[in-house]
Nanobody, 117 residues
Framework: QLQLVESGGGLVQPGGSLRLSCAAS????????IGWFRQAPGKEREGVSC???????YYKDSVKGRFTISRDNAKNTVYLQMNRLKPEDTAVYYC???????????WGQGTQITVSS
């Protein structure tokens, strides 16, 4: 069965850091693009970052310079390192896989990020 599991969420103060993990099972993650999305209460889901199957990376403008997406193929895991977090980063974060950074087929369950002082 194809499955993505996010972990690493929690409560952090503004300016702090968290690292999210997206662990894949049932398929080899390095054959796919992996995207990170987030959804805050009352707002639409938005794309945050993506890493393609050829390791090109993309970021939403508001997270550029603060977030970094990466792969560890040996662990079949994609990470999202989040630094200098802001209250507006508060959301449920999801990872998803697809053939490229424009199309996604499977989604994880989400993990809550709360940035508050």
């Amino acid at each position: 069965q194809l499955q993505l599991v996010e972990s690493g969420g929690g409560l952090v103060q503004p300016g702090g850091s968290l690292r999210l993990s997206c662990a894949a099972s049932g398929f080899t993650l390095d054959s796919y693009a992996i995207g990170w999305f987030r959804q805050a209460p009352g707002k639409e889901r938005e794309g945050v970052s993506c890493i393609s199957s050829t390791n090109y990376t993309y970021y939403k403008d508001s997270v550029k310079g603060r977030f970094t997406i990466s792969r560890d193929n040996a662990k079949n895991t994609v990470y999202l390192q989040m630094n200098r977090l802001k209250p507006e980063d508060t959301a449920v974060y999801y990872c998803a896989d697809g053939g490229n950074c424009d199309y996604y087929d499977y989604w994880g369950q989400g993990t809550q990020i709360t940035v508050s002082s």
